[in-house]
């Protein structure tokens, strides 16, 4: 099976280190996706998920420990290959898409590929491929005002593939949404995982939004303390057995929340 990511004990601090003022964000974390997985990484407000994406983002550095993408250690990057890394082999939804009101929706698509260079006939020819696929072909003349809020996620998940990132990265992608609207995002994001082989790594406190990734590791206090598998299990199942475990950490789950 092939690793895309393989995180090897990595640490976060905050502030210096002797001050005391200091935080452990991540705490000796190991984790490793493989090619086409759906992972959620689920955690109370605090437990680090945030830091954990953004060190795999390169936003952010770890203070010790790796982290390995598509077989390449990001701590080995030099800053001025950084960009050009993330653009080649990440891929991210963003929670407000960050459309640009002043490009059409075909242009917003292909802004990545655009600063790539790839081949204007390629450009085109990916980006219609993925919007046939996403179901957003019809509006792709369209500018962001002009489509609804459904569509605009699809278009940033299309965004989000258009450069055939080795990793697609969220953090708390349905935070800011409606339940039917999440419900929309969650589908797509589903789709692009099972249908178009995409692998996800998903930050979410919401049990709803968990339920739809395929295995999911829960933080507490920097730590991974737990994972649970879905396996042959329906998502509500998964759901279910999702606030039996945050019910345990006492977690900000909602059992009365939409599942
Ligand atoms: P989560 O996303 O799970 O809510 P975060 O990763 O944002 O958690 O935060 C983990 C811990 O690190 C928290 O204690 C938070 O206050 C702290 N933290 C996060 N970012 C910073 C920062 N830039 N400076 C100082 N402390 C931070
Ligand atoms: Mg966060």
Redesign the pocket.
Known sequence: MTKILKINNIEKY??SKGKSNI?K?LDNVSLEVNKGEFVGIM??????????LNCISTIDKVSAGNIIINDKDINQINDKDIAKFRRENLGFIFQDFNLLDTLTIEENIALALTINRTDVGDVDDRVKKIAKELGIFEILKKFPYEISGGQKQRCACARALINNPKLILADEPTGALDSKSAKMLLETIRKMNEDLDATILV?T?DPFSASYSKRILF?QD?KIFNELNRGAKTRQQFYHEIIDVLSLVGGDADANEIS
């Open positions: 905050y502030g935080t964000a955690g109370a407000s605090g437990s680090g998920k945030t830091t954990l930050v406190h933080f920097g």
